[in-house]
C-alpha cells in the first residue's frame, strides 16, 4: 500500500507533464461547477419567491420549478453527467500513463488510449449512473415504508449505503487500472474489479480508507492556502493545480496496488 503510493508520488515528480491533462480537466470541471452552482442558486431564489408569494406546499413549489425551470434542471443534469464524465476519461488516460511510466512516448500513448477508450468510458458513465439510480430508488422505498419511524427508516438506510459502499468500492475501485492495464472492455474490467477486491478485499479497504485521509489532508491544505487569497483567477488556478495533483496522485495509487497485487497473485 505504501509502495503503491510512493511509486505514485515518484512517477509524478519524475513525469510531472502527466498532469497536463488532468489540470486541464481540473480547470474544466471548476467552469462546470461553477455553472452547477449558479443554476441552483437561481433555482432556490426562485422557488423561495414562489414559495412566499403564493404561500403553496413544499411539493406544489418543487413541481411549480420543475415545470418552469425544466430548461435549467436539464443544464444541472449535463453538467453533472459532463464532470463525472470528464473524471473518468481522465482516469483511463492517468491509470495508462502510469502503465507506460517507465517507457517512451508515454503522455501521447496515454492520450490516443483514452480517446481509443471513449466508448468504454461512456460505457462505464451509464452503469455508474444505473448504479446510483438503484441506491436512489432504493432510499425512497426505504422512506416510503418506513417513513412513519425515523429510527427504523434511519437503520435501513445506513444499512443500505453501507451495502451500496462496499457493493461500489468492490465493482469500481479498480475498474479503471484494470482497463489500462489489460486493454479489456467496460464490463470485463468491472469484472475484474470485482474479482480483484474479493481476493483482496480487506487490503483493498484499507487503501481506500488511507487514501481518503490522504486526499483529505491535501484538500485541507488547500483550503488553508486558499485563505490567503482573495483574486478569482488565482484561486481557480490553484483549486485546479490541487485538484490535478489529487487526480494523478490517486489513480496513480491505485494503478500501481493493482499492477503489484495481480503480479504477486499470479
Request: glycine fraction near 4%; proline fraction near 1%.
Amino acid at each position: 500500500m505504501l509502495n503503491a503510493m510512493y511509486g505514485s508520488l515518484k512517477a509524478v515528480l519524475k513525469k510531472p507533464h502527466g498532469l497536463i491533462i488532468p489540470l486541464v480537466a481540473s480547470l474544466l470541471s471548476a467552469y462546470f461547477f461553477i455553472l452547477f452552482i449558479r443554476t441552483i442558486i437561481e433555482i432556490l431564489v426562485d422557488n423561495a419567491l414562489y414559495a412566499n408569494t403564493l404561500q403553496e406546499s413544499v411539493f406544489a413549489t418543487l413541481m411549480f420549478i420543475a415545470k418552469v425551470k425544466s430548461a435549467e434542471l436539464l443544464k444541472i443534469f449535463a453538467l453533472a453527467l459532463a464532470n463525472s464524465w470528464v473524471g473518468i476519461f481522465i482516469g483511463i488516460y492517468y491509470c495508462k500513463f502510469i502503465a507506460l511510466v517507465e517507457k517512451a512516448s508515454t503522455f501521447s500513448k496515454a492520450v490516443k488510449f483514452a480517446f481509443k477508450s471513449l466508448w468504454h468510458s461512456i460505457a462505464l458513465l451509464i452503469i455508474s449512473i444505473i448504479f446510483f439510480a438503484a441506491f436512489g430508488v432504493g432510499a425512497y422505498i426505504i422512506m416510503w415504508l418506513f417513513g412513519f419511524n425515523f429510527l427504523l427508516s434511519f437503520f435501513a438506510l445506513l444499512f443500505l449505503g453501507l451495502l451500496m459502499a462496499i457493493a461500489g468500492l468492490r465493482l469500481f475501485m479498480f475498474a479503471l487500472p484494470a482497463l489500462a492495464y489489460e486493454k479489456i472492455n467496460a464490463r470485463k474490467a468491472l469484472q475484474r474489479s470485482w474479482h480483484f477486491t474479493e481476493e483482496f478485499f480487506w487490503q483493498s479497504l484499507a487503501l481506500a480508507i488511507v487514501l481518503t485521509f490522504v486526499v483529505f489532508l491535501i484538500f485541507a491544505l488547500q483550503q488553508y492556502i486558499l485563505n490567503f487569497f482573495d483574486d478569482t483567477l488565482a484561486i481557480l488556478i490553484i483549486y485546479s493545480l490541487f485538484n490535478s495533483f489529487v487526480v494523478a496522485f490517486s489513480f496513480g495509487t491505485l494503478s500501481i496496488y493493482y499492477a503489484e497485487s495481480r503480479t504477486k497473485a499470479k
